[in-house]
């Protein structure tokens, strides 16, 4: 199924709701942009506003990015009958919150995504959107930020996101950024995602993308494996499996682990052989990103992680800062209500933030940041 994304006649113009609807649109089966003939219904991300112009060409190209998860998800439902979209009560129905969240659903295996539909609040410049997180352990890719479940939130984002939750042992291949272009190859560069925290696997599936030749053997799979026990914690990439002739001879990797930093790195086998890698952190999002110089398909890559790695709690203070720093509010508010999530214990800090005459919302969304991950 699909959507004319942004209305397909008559309606009215709302830069805004627009963007929000693409975001939407991308993490959906089909993704079209599609109107009327007329003059003033085009689409196009260059009709509207900068920022929302901006936007709308990032999410574009992380649908292009997404091919290898969304190929391998296609793959998934052909052979599995496990469609790429799912409603949260396909997977918990004897969950009552599963009925309550009536546009937040699962994006394949790995992906849980709760598209924000309304307008920003004035007083924040975010939009929100009531979520339900189930039991375990969840990291939104777009911020970062690391959310313990069981419980409904009202969870807020600028322009540029949507809450888009992968649970703790999560794995998501994408096409590099720097590959982007109008093909639909098995990319040579990988960008893969990983969620720190537990163990996971995910197998990405390839062909031709063109010919049924896949019934007949031409096909090939990439096991990924997060190994994330107390007594060993690595990150694997084995050898393809299945008909070279369909992938590229050689790849190129960057690797992004949530909720781990800098320390946790140890060093980049192939095959036994230590590579020379480069590693960047992001240190609001709490992202490594571990970078691999070319190699063979048939090569086994193991990331190895220091025996001793921990999470990283969230950066609270540098997402209270944007919020704060981006709210519409009194100067006298935002230093007193910064110094409270700074210099005070998060139950005190949200005692002291509920007492202050700040507009509801913004006390919502500094509640949310304060309380994503209380341990």
């Not at 084995?238 to 992938?247: H, Q």
């Amino acid at each position: 199924w699909s959507h004319d994304i942004g209305g397909h006649r008559n309606g009215y113009r709302d830069d805004e709701l627009t963007t929000r609807w693409i975001q939407f649109g991308v993490f959906s089966p089909i993704m079209r942009l599609h109107s009327s003939d007329e003059v003033f219904t085009g689409k196009e991300p260059w009709k509207f506003g900068p920022e929302a112009e901006k936007v709308m060409c990032r999410f574009l190209r992380l649908r292009h990015r997404l091919l290898p998860y969304t190929y391998t998800m296609n793959y998934r439902f052909f052979k599995d009958d496990q469609p790429l979209v799912q409603p949260m009560y396909y997977l918990y129905p004897a969950r009552e919150e599963a009925y309550q969240v009536k546009n937040q659903y699962f994006f394949g295996s790995e992906l849980m995504v709760s598209p924000i539909t309304g307008k920003n609040d004035p007083d924040t410049r975010m939009g929100a959107v009531k979520t339900w997180i189930p039991e375990g352990t969840w990291t939104d890719l777009f911020t970062g930020l690391r959310y313990q479940g069981g419980r409904m939130l009202l969870m807020h984002r600028t322009l540029d996101s949507i809450p888009v939750l992968a649970k703790a042992g999560a794995i998501v291949p994408l096409q590099a950024e720097e590959e982007i272009s109008a093909s639909t190859k098995n990319p040579s560069q990988l960008e893969v995602l990983a969620v720190a925290g537990q163990s996971g696997v995910f197998e990405m599936y390839e062909d031709d993308g063109e010919t049924m030749a896949y019934e007949h053997g031409a096909q090939a799979m990439t096991r990924f494996l997060l190994d994330w026990t107390e007594d060993s914690k690595r990150f694997v990439i084995c050898p393809v499996e299945g008909d070279y002739s369909v992938v590229p001879e050689k790849r190129r990797y960057a690797l992004r682990f949530y909720g781990i930093g800098q320390d946790a790195f140890a060093l980049v086998e192939a095959d036994g052989r230590v590579l020379d890698a480069e590693v960047e952190w992001d240190e609001v999002r709490n992202a490594l990103t571990i970078k691999l110089p070319e190699v063979c398909v048939n090569t086994e890559i193991c990331v190895r992680f220091a025996a001793g790695a921990v999470l990283l709690p969230n950066n609270v203070k540098a997402h209270a800062y944007e919020a704060i720093n981006r709210a519409q509010i009194l100067f006298i508010h935002k230093e007193r209500a910064y110094k409270t999530i700074c210099h005070s214990s998060v139950a005190a800090a949200e005692s002291t933030l509920n007492s202050m005459p700040l507009p509801q919302s913004v006390k919502d969304t500094l509640e949310e940041w304060l309380l994503a991950d209380p341990k």
